[in-house]
């Protein structure tokens, strides 16, 4: 008796259409969510802090989507700007208008 090779035979689905499998069960596809997908948020504030070492005078600069626009120089002066744009952060419509859109 001679046994001779044989074509694979295509896996039946549970319909019972006999198309093939892509990828055995548990293995996870390569299709995916696209990461970069737009979940519709924009960034609305800014605040660029610079200070570049020891005896050089830090600033700050503030900026805003609804025009606010300020800047900082020295220790004092950097620290509280960049506690009224935190401050800002709070009653900025555009802001609350974002973040609540988040939650």
């Known amino acids: 008796m001679t046994i001779r090779p044989r074509p694979?035979?295509?896996a039946s689905t549970p319909?019972?259409?006999?198309?093939?499998?892509?990828v055995a069960e548990g293995?996870?596809?390569?299709?995916?969510p696209d990461p970069h997908a737009d979940d519709g948020r924009r960034p609305v504030g800014w605040l660029h802090i610079t200070a570049p070492?020891?005896?050089v005078t830090p600033s700050v600069r503030s900026w805003c989507a609804c025009g606010r626009d300020l800047f900082a120089a020295g220790h004092r002066?950097?620290?509280?700007?960049?506690?009224?744009?935190i401050q800002h952060r709070t009653h900025c419509?555009?802001?609350?208008?974002?973040?609540g859109k988040a939650a």
């Open 15 to 22: 319909d019972g259409s006999g198309a093939p499998k892509v």
């Open 93 to 99: 419509l555009l802001l609350v208008s974002q973040e």
């Open 77 to 85: 002066r950097a620290l509280a700007l960049i506690d009224d744009h």
């Open 27 to 32: 293995v996870p596809s390569s299709v995916r």
């Open 53 to 55: 070492g020891r005896g």
């Open 8 to 10: 694979a035979e295509t």
